[in-house]
């Protein structure tokens, strides 16, 4: 058995902190200061967030649908499913990501795949041209 105090560790904003990993999901406590935000991201496994301080917005962008919840609040999703998160007070969530790493995350993928997706973001930058 291997126990932790999710409130009594230090995690600083910006540094989410890796709590446990296993070959079935990984734990990772996030703290997110009021008014910060997880811009629109996606993940390889599914997500589940579960608030432990805090307020929290969700926002599932395929739909626009936005939920908001305090401690207790659980939020899963799927796969690949973009979403926001966005602290509208000073937040600390668990997010558990599993399987863990997901089909097609880059932990699991070959040199020569890893190569391929490298190759195919470079041409996708090519063809947007430079930041404006």
């Known amino acids: 058995m291997e126990t932790w105090s999710l409130n009594d560790l230090e995690v600083r904003p910006g540094s989410p902190e890796i709590v446990a990993s296993t070959d079935d ?4 406590v996030i703290d997110l ?3 910060e ?4 991201h996606e993940v390889h496994e ?11 917005e969700v926002t599932a962008l395929a739909s626009s649908e936005a939920f908001s919840g305090g401690v ?4 899963r999703f799927d796969p690949a499913e973009r979403h926001r998160v966005d602290a509208t007070s000073d937040a600390r969530f668990l997010l558990l990501l599993t399987p863990w790493p997901g ?12 190569a391929q997706v490298r190759e195919r973001a470079a041409e996708r930058a090519d063809r947007s041209g430079p930041p404006s």
Not at 25 to 28: H, N, S
Request: proline share 8%; net charge negative; glycine share 14%.
């Open 25 to 28: 999901a990984r734990a990772i």
């Open 33 to 35: 200061p009021a008014g």
């Open 37 to 40: 935000s997880l811009d629109d």
């Open 46 to 56: 599914s997500a589940w967030l579960v608030v432990l301080a805090g307020e929290i």
């Open 72 to 75: 207790g609040t659980f939020v």
């Open 103 to 114: 089909p097609g995350h880059p932990g699991t993928l070959s040199l020569e795949e890893k």
